[in-house]
């Protein structure tokens, strides 16, 4: 029997289903990335989240290795270009976890937009405060969306009922318009957003996207929203928005700190930007949690279950 190696534990649908199909797995959450590295070469299949990169020197080792399973969207963890050239196919699904993302936008937006998590920690300290909370409707606003994949139309679809304006720029797609959203470009979302939300993969391109530059070219005071990567976003230009009055708040899900994920963050060596930025009250932040719901477990895990067993879906010898 093929072996295949669950370094994380996804939704059990995945187990099962390649169980099905002949596979024997072997779970292993708790194996450091050397030990598992040692015994690679014995596997079919790698099932991973993000816990630890897998690079070229790792890679090498694994000289029967057909698939890398990745639970979740994002393939940064993943040294993707030498995988290729092993003739090893890279899986990820963020099918699944796409609604969760949009949902959890929204919930940010709302949350920045209306002060709900201060106005919460207020009451709760007996403090009724109404005015010092007033808030700011979605309506009327025109929305920009930097990246329109999955996570990206999502969103909007989420916005629909709200009686804002979305646009949207993708750099890598054309002919997106819909009920959902106006396909832009760049100069139309500068001149015109008041809100900007953040979907696009971390590369080399997009490392750093919101930057000094980036925020100059901005013509209105505006909400900054992101779930797609830390390093998206440049935290010091972000802080230096809030204090200016150029950002008017932020929803951020993911943090430029993380590394690889956010348990690896040293909480007591933390960046002066970040220190500001825990104390902003118009920034409301979330663990890394917009794709992490219930119905997406499940959602992630079925989706990779689908894409392996159709190009490798015999497991038996």
């Known amino acids: 029997m093929k072996k295949v190696i669950f370094v994380n534990i996804p939704h059990p649908v995945l187990l099962e289903s390649l169980q099905t ?6 779970m292993a959450p708790n194996d450091s990335k050397e030990n598992i590295q040692l015994r690679i070469a014995d596997y079919t299949g790698l099932v991973i989240n993000s816990r ?8 090498s080792h694994a000289t029967q290795l057909k698939f890398i399973a990745r639970v979740g969207a994002g393939m940064e963890s993943i040294d993707t270009d030498y995988a290729a050239s092993m003739r090893i196919k890279c899986f990820n699904s963020p099918e699944g976890n796409r ?16 002060h709900i998590p201060r106005a919460n920690q207020q009451v709760h300290s007996l403090k009724w405060l109404r005015e010092a909370n007033r808030g700011v409707e979605i309506k009327g606003k025109t929305i920009g969306i930097i990246g329109y994949g999955n996570m990206g139309s999502a969103f909007a679809k989420r916005l629909a009922g709200f009686e804002a304006e979305v646009i949207a720029y ?6 997106y318009s819909d009920n ?3 396909e832009s470009d760049l100069d139309d979302i500068f001149e015109r957003a008041d809100i900007i939300s953040f979907h696009v993969p971390l590369t080399d ?16 005071p505006i909400w900054v929203l992101n779930t797609a990567r830390g ?8 802080v230096e928005g809030l204090k200016s009055g150029k950002v008017l708040g932020a929803g951020l899900d993911v943090l430029e700190y ?5 348990e690896a963050m040293d909480m007591s060596q933390l960046p002066l930007p970040m220190k500001e930025l825990l104390e902003c009250e118009n920034v409301v932040l979330t663990p890394h949690i917009a794709g992490w719901t219930i119905e997406s477990k499940y959602a992630l895990a079925q989706v990779l279950a689908e894409k392996i067993l159709s190009e490798f879906p015999n497991g038996k010898e």
């Not at 199909?21 to 072997?26: I, Q, S, T, V």
């Not at 630890?52 to 890679?59: G, I, P």
């Not at 993708?170 to 002919?175: A, F, G, L, T």
């Open 99 to 114: 609604n969760a993302v949009g949902e959890h936008a929204l919930g940010l937006l709302l949350s920045v937009m209306n």
């Open 258 to 262: 993380e590394e690889i994920s956010f």
């Open 205 to 220: 391109e997009t490392k750093y996207y919101f930057n000094d530059a980036f925020l100059a070219r901005c013509k209105k």
């Open 180 to 182: 959902y959203v106006k």
């Open 231 to 238: 390093k998206v976003l440049d935290t010091s230009v972000l």
């Open 170 to 175: 993708d750099k890598y797609k054309s002919s």
């Open 52 to 59: 630890f990169f897998l690079d070229a020197e790792f890679l």
């Open 21 to 26: 199909a002949g596979y024997l797995c072997e």
